[in-house]
């Protein structure tokens, strides 16, 4: 399933001048699933790992879902140049 943002998402949220207290609230809230310290070392090898990439992979997600905000905030703006 593939979610886009709208321009009237955009324009309502992302575009908003308080958009960044929202993405600092979202990195906080996620700050505990992306730590590895976090993990308990005790638990088998396996599990250890597994917990290290899922940390990894929620930290990815997060800054690839902050790079969308932004490009999404840089282009909403932006006009296409056409050479006609």
């Known amino acids: 399933m593939s979610v886009h943002l709208t321009k009237e998402m955009i324009e309502a949220f992302i575009m908003h001048p308080d958009w960044r207290i929202m993405e600092q609230y979202i990195e906080e809230h996620f700050a505990n699933s992306t730590s590895i310290e976090s993990i308990n070392t005790d638990n ?3 599990t250890v790992h597994a917990e290290v990439l899922a940390c990894k992979k ?5 800054k690839g879902l902050k790079k969308a905000f932004e490009v999404a905030r840089r282009n909403l703006n ?5 050479y006609e």
Do not use: E
């Open 78 to 82: 932006s006009k296409k140049v056409t």
């Open 44 to 46: 088998p090898s396996t």
């Open 58 to 62: 929620i930290d990815a997600d997060i």
